[in-house]
């Protein structure tokens, strides 16, 4: 199947299951990425991979400037939907993460929560946002770990679409003209409560680097 297949197969799956009148994750960030956001100055935020909205629209009412964008149309009208009954403006677009230049972009924190790619598109553009980062900035994430395999808490049932610690670090020290700090690294059990589709213990990977100033 070529490339350009695949990605439709992808955006539709996701343009279907955000296009229903509930959020299908719920509309309160990730437990993980506000923890870290609340030990930070608000500053530019960048989400990769929001899908309705939760996490962006939470940042942007605790005086963050949001950007964020996602691979669906649904995604990111439900993410407005949930800014304007919230107050708050958020700019959201659509876009793939293969197109997604990360130097057009001069942020304090890039984060995601439950990302999970195919391995050759993880591999290449996800440590490429650390391009986005200004020197002192910050990623935090928080995904599945490859424990998670069977478990009925959430995430891909494909032990190739989940995420190794080691794998992942590797992959970020690997990003040219990068250096980072590790301010918090590790797999974690966790009890998640964000909807039907992310409940229950959960073997995650949480992740806060930080960009070094030189």
């Known amino acids: 199947m070529r490339r ?3 990605i439709r197969s992808w955006q ?3 343009e279907e299951r955000f296009s229903s009148r509930d959020y299908a994750y719920g509309t309160e960030p990730n437990v993980w990425v506000r923890e870290v956001l609340e030990r930070i100055t608000p500053g530019t935020i960048l989400f990769a991979g929001e899908g309705e909205g939760r996490n962006a629209v939470w940042a942007a009412e605790h005086g963050w400037l949001v950007k964020a964008f996602d691979l669906t149309n649904a995604g990111r009208n439900k993410a407005l939907q949930l800014a304007t009954t919230r107050g708050v403006d958020i700019d959201y677009w659509v876009q793939d993460i293969t197109d997604l230049n990360p130097l057009d972009h001069v942020v304090d924190v890039v984060a995601h929560s439950f990302l999970h790619l195919s391995p050759e598109v993880q591999k290449v553009h996800i440590p490429k946002l ?15 770990h490859t424990s998670q395999l069977g478990r009925s808490s959430g995430g891909p ?3 190739e679409m ?9 992959e970020y020290h690997a990003v040219e003209g990068i250096v980072f700090k590790q301010e918090h690294a590790e797999v974690a059990t966790v009890m998640l409560d964000e909807s039907d589709l992310h409940r229950g213990e959960a073997r995650v990977v949480r992740l806060h680097l930080q960009r070094a100033e030189t």
């Open 157 to 159: 049932q494909s032990i």
């Open 12 to 14: 539709e799956l996701w």
């Open 130 to 144: 650390l391009h986005s980062l200004r020197p002192g900035g910050s990623l935090v994430s928080e995904s599945y």
């Open 4 to 6: 350009n297949s695949v």
């Open 162 to 170: 989940l995420h190794d610690l080691n794998v992942v670090l590797s």
